[in-house]
């Protein structure tokens, strides 16, 4: 086999791989009776970053995060935020001192987080894959 088909081998492998599966570490999910199903990466970061309150078809959405960081926080704020804990918190501190935003609910658990997301169909947060649960849905991220 040529380089040029290795090359092309890979790159159809690496496409394929499942969209919403952005990170191994974390899936964003929302509740099993949202609307929701597809949202591009931009669209998750400009939510978690307070510069989209309403999706376009004017759905309003409400980002659900944790207090403790930990494996999956920390691959959803660089994956999707492309920033760091501290580099998120300089951010919301800008917002809410400039009355420009306020940031996303923060709750204690994965599984307070799970079950916050379940009973609100306008709330989307994301866990590690192990923890979705029927009560909610895994939402396809696009590049």
């Not at 309403?54 to 403790?68: N, Q």
């Not at 998120?88 to 306020?102: D, E, I, N």
């Amino acid at each position: 086999m040529g380089r040029c088909a290795v090359m092309v081998v890979l790159a159809v492998a690496l496409l394929a791989r499942p969209a919403f599966a952005v990170g191994a570490e974390f899936v964003v999910i929302v509740a099993v009776h949202s609307p929701v199903t597809v949202l591009a990466s931009n669209e998750v970061a400009d939510i978690y970053l307070g510069r989209l309150r309403r999706l376009p078809d004017g759905r309003t959405v409400l980002p659900v995060d944790r207090f403790e960081s930990d494996g999956v926080q920390e691959a959803f704020y660089r994956e999707i935020l492309q920033r760091n804990a501290a580099q998120l918190r300089a951010h919301w501190s800008r917002l809410v001192f400039t009355g420009r935003g306020k940031p996303p609910r923060q709750v204690r658990s994965d599984a307070e987080l799970v079950e916050f997301v379940a009973r609100n169909p306008h709330a989307i947060g994301y866990v590690a894959p192990a923890l979705v649960t029927p009560s909610v849905r895994v939402v396809r991220i696009d590049p």
